[in-house]
């Protein structure tokens, strides 16, 4: 089973269940993206829920046997009868498969059936199906961060260019700092020197700061005790 990767995975993420139900005999499928920090796994695509059950399904929490399926990395298998969304569509068996991204969980691709347990021949096909999932996450992850890291390559590229212009001290320090809180994307930039008695900072240069002190002792504050 082919997965496409972008704005069109959620799509062909369902297309892809819709196979894999039909192969394997496969009543509901349901795939999850983990949320840590919402405690919770997040419904990304389904195939056999009818679209008014649909909303029963769409968060479990982490606590579950699904959760236990991303904290292990390890298929389950297991009766639904504690899922009340489950067992209302008359859902009773469950296998749940781990979708990993670079060697990390990323969510649960929960299999249900009515009467019968799924096949254990039919295991294989579905691995090579979740592994196909995570293929086509990667590639989207990858795909999203490749702006980010062309602009940040022009940045440093515009960074070097102003580093060796012909300017004065004050000026390339103040590139410097200008330079370093585009790339970073921050919203405040300052760089603090070490004065010859070893025992003040004085700031030379900012970006998006505002007026402030302008020597610090060391020890004094933040910037001092670092």
């Keep these: ?19 894999v139900c039909a192969a394997a005999r496969i009543d509901v499928a349901l795939l999850y993206r983990a949320d840590h920090r ?32 991303v ?5 389950h298998a297991t009766d639904v009868g504690g899922d009340e969304g489950a067992t209302d569509a008359g859902l009773t068996r469950q296998l749940a498969l781990p979708v990993a991204v670079d060697g990390v969980t990323w ?7 009515r009467e019968r347990r799924v096949a254990g021949d ?19 992850e990858l795909a999203a961060e490749r702006p980010t890291k062309t602009r940040r390559l022009d940045m440093l590229t515009q960074v ?3 580093l060796t212009a012909s300017v004065t001290p004050d000026e390339l320090l103040q590139r410097i700092v200008d330079g370093a809180r585009d790339i970073v994307g921050a919203k405040m930039a300052r760089l603090w020197l070490l004065e010859a008695d070893g025992q003040r900072l004085t700031l030379r240069a900012s970006a998006g700061a505002r007026s402030g002190r302008a020597r610090l002792r060391l020890g004094e504050g933040l910037i001092g005790r670092v």
Aim: avoid cysteine.
């Design 160 to 162: 070097a260019q102003r």
């Design 71 to 75: 904290r292990t990395g390890r298929h």
């Design 1 to 19: 089973v082919a997965m496409a990767s972008g704005s069109d995975l959620p799509a062909a993420a369902t297309r892809a269940l819709g196979i």
């Design 122 to 140: 039919y295991l294989v096909l579905l691995q090579a199906v979740v592994h196909q999932i995570g293929l086509a996450l990667m590639r989207d």
């Design 38 to 69: 919402g405690h919770r796994l997040v419904l990304l695509a389904s195939h056999g829920v009818p679209p008014a059950r649909r909303a029963a399904f769409e968060t479990r929490p982490l606590g579950t046997s699904l959760g236990e399926v």
């Design 107 to 113: 969510g649960v691709l929960a299999l249900l059936t």
